[in-house]
């Protein structure tokens, strides 16, 4: 079987809205409380289930489309998209360790794809 363009698309934008999830688990987690009423005020963490949940559901779909052992690994992009969603919004800082951390995973796909090809 081989991979479709549209499967390793969809994997792509999972993974985008994956870590937008994260972002906003991260910001609602500063008023985690075990307070229901306060909980369900919590619209950050609602918001973090619901882009996790359309990231799978994006993951779902693109398993039609392609192998798992060329799909799975693009989940790893995340990792990117995380370090530059928390830089922007959340103000964290980023060394060059991490860079190098983040352009070996992205090297690491980019063999993944040229093996499956």
Do not use: D, H
Not at 27 to 40: A, D, F, Q, T, V
Not at 44 to 69: A, D, N, Q, T, V
Request: charged share 10%.
């Amino acid at each position: 079987m081989t991979t479709e363009l549209w499967a390793v698309a969809l994997v792509l934008m999972g993974a985008v809205f994956g870590s937008f999830g994260s972002l906003y688990f991260k910001m609602g987690s500063g008023s985690l409380s075990r307070n229901l009423k306060e909980l369900r005020r919590n619209y950050k963490l609602f918001y973090g289930f619901i882009l996790y949940g359309i990231s799978s559901i994006f993951y779902m779909i693109s398993l039609k489309g392609g192998e798992l052992s060329v799909l799975y690994p693009l989940c790893s992009t995340s990792y990117m998209w995380i370090a530059i969603l928390s830089i922007k919004f959340l103000g964290e800082k980023m060394n060059l360790y991490k860079w190098a951390g983040i352009l070996v995973i992205i090297f690491g796909i980019s063999l993944i794809g040229l093996g499956s090809g």
